[in-house]
């Protein structure tokens, strides 16, 4: 038979020698609806096969030439595939020629006299059952190429746990052999803990019809591997079991937790880890009447480290950073036992790092914790070569003291670390309720500052510099006052640091540079001898790469001549990168522009560099002034700079004269410039003009 049984009508070989035999076989199959092919004798019968492709072959034994065995055999030997079922006709129910018959290839036999009525039905019945046989067949290897393709390991197990039979996929890891298992108990297999609950599931599939899985470990081959072993059943006391070793997908999942979970940069947890982590020691400690605390690592000035030796080195920092970090809070020196309350250390991101210090008995443990940080960050870390020394600001909350959800925990030991900033950095403090007002405090003023430009509310006093030898005003400095529409004058002292902080001072020194720069042109304007405008340039604004532009377009806007404007800087600002130092001064000495040195004596200057940095003038910080003339050493001191810079060919200026006497003194000294309050306070542009006329109007004609 050429395929399973169709539609279309099925066609029975009939092969006897007897025509009536063939022409009774023949009315009774075209009954029920069969097609029929006959044949006289065996040769015959075996041509017509081979010609006709019959769905049946009803085959007499006795026949000439070529019996029915003989047919029978020959019909199995061509068959390529499914076989065609073939009946046997025999003389008499003889036992042997009934089992001659199936060894030949038969289907089934019917014995003589033939039971004519039931023949036709008969034909029907063996049809239908080789249709369902070779239906079978086809299923059989479909499901064959199904299984071939898939690696798991197949078994069934009975509602008892013992192994009907195994079968063992294409991963060796993921089975054993069929031999080990079949016959024998789950426990006898596997180990107790893993088959106890392969058998609850297998039980609970078997009663709930539903499919379950149970994810286990084995060693196998010196190594971990994973599985998972779905049930599903397969009748009332018997369960199908499909084994997978899911060990690379374990391993995926592991990778894309430590995504989700470490800091990709230093390999410790990240932010969602430490809030969950949190989490869980919130509920801990609320469940069980227990205190812990959150410490916020700030590194101090860090993004200098990135701005001047590159992000590769304050990567490699932060690596150390976190390195040391857990060698310091490592769990012996904590409170609690840190391996059982998950992770204590994390980095959230940037410079910054949180520690959890769990059942904290004693508000000291915490501090105690951060003043061991405090000191293992202040060891010097070689990093690519360089020894670079750091320092760290820490902020402390406390559960249940100052808060009891994670946001506020975190928010407050924040809040903490900034307050440390502010008292000097390398600092660690506790987090109190006034501190949240100092810090809205804090953003309302820098809110302010914000708008201050554009409300046109800062403003610019000028202080007289004079010529010590004449008295003459030779110059003024420029100062930047804020005039807030709520709180009144606000200090430089409290909105100057804000800037630098925030990097508003950028655009204020912008401001403050085309401001002065106007007001000189215009006190240039008014007489034959005009004044120098200084200028204070902050830390930032040196290192922004469009100072030289600002400057230029500054002094292009306004007409000054660039040598009456004086730009002061600290000794700290040029020190910060030396290298960068002298190509930014080689840029604004190219404009034309005076170059100073402001507060002098306060830094760490060496001089080597303030011979290659080349500046005009030196000013005194006043806290070498005010002592004078009394203190003898800020006498001594006061007259080594004003003879060093004389001997560098700069011009001196002393910052808070306050007194006629220290005034005489500076002038014995050789000082050549002054300012202070004896000498004239921050004043508006008006007062100031109002001053050079006067100073004009005393010059001579011929100055004039």
Same mark, same amino acid.
């Given at each position: ?73 020959? @019909? ?16 008499? *129910? ?6 001659? $018959? ?5 289907? &089934? ?25 070779? %239906?079978?067949?086809? !299923? ?9 393709? @898939? ?6 197990? *009975? ?14 890891? $993921?089975?054993?052999? +069929? ?13 107790? *803990? ?17 499919? %379950? ?10 190594? @971990? ?24 997908? =374990? ?12 800091? +990709? ?22 469940? #069980?009447?227990? =205190? /812990?605390?959150?410490?916020?690592? &700030? ?46 250390? $994390?980095?959230? #991101?940037?410079?910054? /790092? ?17 003043? %061991? ?54 600092? $660690?403090?506790?987090?109190?309720? +006034? ?8 953003? =309302? ?93 902050? !830390? ?36 910060? &990168? ?40 030196? =000013? ?11 203190? +003898? ?38 000082? *050549? ?32």
């Amino acid at each position: 038979m050429a395929s399973p049984l169709s539609p279309k009508r099925g066609l029975v070989l009939v092969a006897d020698d007897d025509p009536v035999m063939r022409l009774l076989m023949r009315e009774m199959l075209e009954q029920v609806g069969l097609d029929t092919l006959e044949a006289e004798d065996g040769a015959q019968a075996l041509a017509c096969y081979r010609g006709m492709a019959p769905d049946l072959v009803l085959l007499d034994v006795d026949m000439p030439a070529m019996d029915g065995y003989a047919v029978c055999r020959a @019909i199995r030997a061509s068959e390529t595939q499914a076989a065609v079922p073939i009946i046997m006709v025999t003389g008499s *129910d003889d036992l042997e020629a009934v089992t001659l $018959a199936y060894e030949e290839g038969a289907t &089934d036999f019917v014995s003589k006299p033939i039971n004519w009525p039931i023949l036709g039905h008969r034909v029907l019945y063996v049809l239908r059952a080789s249709d369902a046989i070779a %239906r079978l067949r086809i !299923a059989d290897a479909q499901n064959r190429a199904v299984l071939a393709a @898939i690696p798991d390991t197949f078994f069934r197990l *009975d509602k008892d746990g013992y192994y009907l039979d195994y079968e063992q996929g294409h991963d060796a890891h $993921a089975g054993f052999a +069929s031999e080990h298992c079949a016959g024998r108990h789950l426990r006898d297999v596997l180990p107790h *803990d893993i088959a106890q609950r392969l058998l609850e599931q297998a039980r609970a599939v078997l009663e709930q019809q539903q499919v %379950r899985s149970v994810d286990y470990e084995l060693v196998r081959h010196d190594a @971990i591997h994973h599985f998972e072993a779905r049930l599903v059943a397969t009748g009332p006391d018997e369960v199908l079991g499909l084994v997978r070793d899911i060990s690379e997908r =374990k391993r995926t999942e592991e990778q894309i937790r430590r995504l989700a979970y470490c800091d +990709s940069l230093t390999g410790i947890p990240n932010r969602q880890a430490f809030l969950e982590t949190l989490e869980r020691e919130l509920t801990r400690s609320r469940h #069980g009447g227990k =205190k /812990f605390a959150v410490l916020f690592m &700030d590194l101090d000035s860090f993004k200098r480290i990135n701005d001047t030796l590159g992000h590769n080195v304050g990567d490699h920092l932060l690596k150390a950073v976190s390195e040391r970090l857990r060698e310091t809070i490592r769990p012996s020196d904590l409170v609690s036992r840190a391996e059982q309350h998950g992770n204590n250390l $994390a980095r959230l #991101g940037g410079d910054e /790092f949180t520690i959890l210090i769990p059942d904290l008995e004693r508000v000291e443990n915490a501090l105690n914790v951060a003043h %061991r940080v405090k000191e293992a960050m202040r060891r010097p870390f070689l990093i690519e070569g360089h020894e670079i020394f750091v320092t760290a600001s820490i902020g402390i909350s406390l559960y249940p003291e100052d808060g009891e959800d994670c946001n506020s925990l975190l928010k407050y030991a924040d809040t903490a670390m900034y307050h440390a900033k502010n008292c000097g950095k390398n600092n $660690a403090k506790l987090y109190s309720s +006034s501190l949240t007002m100092q810090i809205m405090s804090h953003v =309302k003023l820098e809110v302010g500052l914000r708008r201050a430009l554009q409300n046109h509310e800062l403003y610019l006093l000028y202080q007289p510099q004079i010529d010590v030898p004449s008295g003459q005003i030779v110059g003024v400095e420029a100062l930047v006052r804020w005039r807030h529409p709520e709180r009144g004058i606000i200090s430089p002292t409290e909105f100057i640091p804000l800037a630098e902080e925030t990097g508003l001072i950028v655009p204020i020194g912008e401001w403050v540079l085309r401001t002065a720069c106007a007001q000189a042109r215009s006190w240039a304007d008014m007489g034959p001898q005009p004044v120098r405008m200084a200028v204070n340039l902050s !830390a930032k604004q040196f290192k922004d790469d469009n100072l030289t532009q600002v400057v230029l377009t500054a002094l292009q806007e306004t007409g000054l001549a660039p040598g009456l404007l004086e730009l002061e800087l600290t000794e700290g600002t040029l020190m910060d &990168d030396a290298r960068a130092t002298m190509i930014t001064l080689d840029q604004l000495r190219g404009i034309g522009v005076y170059l100073s040195i402001d507060d002098f004596g306060t830094g760490y200057s060496s001089m080597n560099y303030l011979k290659r940095f080349d500046v005009r003038a030196l =000013k005194i910080d006043k806290s070498f002034i005010s002592g004078l003339p009394q203190d +003898s050493e800020n006498a001594a001191i006061t007259r080594a700079i004003i003879a060093m810079a004389h001997g560098l060919k700069m011009a001196v200026v002393a910052e808070g004269v306050e007194t006629d006497e220290q005034l005489v003194m500076l002038e014995h000294y050789g000082c *050549d410039l002054a300012q202070g309050y004896y000498l004239g306070h921050p004043s508006p542009p008006e007062s100031i003009t109002l001053m050079l006329r006067n100073q004009y109007a005393l010059a001579s004609p011929a100055t004039l």
